[in-house]
Nanobody, 117 residues
């Protein structure tokens, strides 16, 4: 079993920055090879993939955040980060950490990011 705990959300003005963290704990043999991702869900919208990173460091980004968001992971700390710069009001959402390995799929509880205009 794996637990994911997000932190770092909050209120920020447009153009500002935030860094989200997701700490994984539990089965280390699942955590290490997992592909980690950040998803977000805005009010009235479907959850969408923001960024993902494989255990080897290959990254993938939604077009809407390319050039503004950076995903990274520290395998020694079992933590994945999402650095967000130049935030826009449309980035307002609950951000969820996700870990996937085969049929295993884990989610954090979410952290709210609010960007004011």
């Amino acid at each position: 079993q794996v637990q994911l705990v997000e932190s770092g959300g909050g209120l920020v003005q447009a153009g500002g920055s935030l860094r989200l963290s997701c700490a994984a704990s539990g089965d280390i043999f699942t955590i290490i090879p997992m592909t980690m991702g950040w998803y977000r869900q805005a009010p009235g919208k479907q959850r969408e993939l923001v960024a993902s990173i494989t255990n080897g460091g290959t990254t993938n980004y939604a077009d809407s955040v390319k050039g503004r968001f950076t995903i990274s992971r520290d395998n020694a700390k079992n933590t994945v980060y999402l650095q967000m710069i130049n935030l826009k009001p449309e980035d307002t959402a609950v951000y969820y950490c996700n870990g996937q390995l085969g049929f295993k799929d884990y989610w954090g509880q979410g952290t709210l990011v609010t960007v004011s205009s």
